[in-house]
Nanobody, 125 residues
Framework: QVQLVESGGGLVQAGGSLRLSCAAS?????????MGWFRQPPGKEREFVAA????????YYADSVKGRFTISRDNAKNTVYLQMNSLKPEDTAVYYC?????????????????WGQGTQVIVSS
């Protein structure tokens, strides 16, 4: 079993920055997994934010965050990050980290096998 634990959420003013971290533990082959970040705004469905291939040579972003958010990973630390800059009130959501056993990156939540519990991000205007 693989455990994913997110951290780094909090309350920030519009225009500010946060860096989310997601640490993997357990019976994991983290370095072979594609990883993704998703979010669920209040009262809305979960949506794709960003994803990264196992080797970090490919990254994908939702149009709404492109140019503001950066996904990265450190396979030696079994950790994936989401650097969020120029935050907007509409970025307010619970952010989830997800791991996909297959190395091919996908942007749909159904393609991921393991999920963290989520970390809350609130952006005030």
């Amino acid at each position: 079993q693989v455990q994913l634990v997110e951290s780094g959420g909090g309350l920030v003013q519009a225009g500010g920055s946060l860096r989310l971290s997601c640490a993997a533990s357990g019976r994991t082959l983290f370095s072979t997994y594609a990883m993704g970040w998703f979010r669920q705004p209040p009262g809305k469905e979960r949506e794709f934010v960003a994803a990264i291939s196992w080797s970090a040579d490919s990254t994908y972003y939702a149009d709404s965050v492109k140019g503001r958010f950066t996904i990265s990973r450190d396979n030696a630390k079994n950790t994936v990050y989401l650097q969020m800059n120029s935050l907007k009130p509409e970025d307010t959501a619970v952010y989830y980290c997800a791991a996909r056993r297959l190395s091919i990156v996908v942007v749909t939540s159904r393609g991921y096998d393991y999920w963290g519990q989520g970390t809350q991000v609130i952006v005030s205007s």
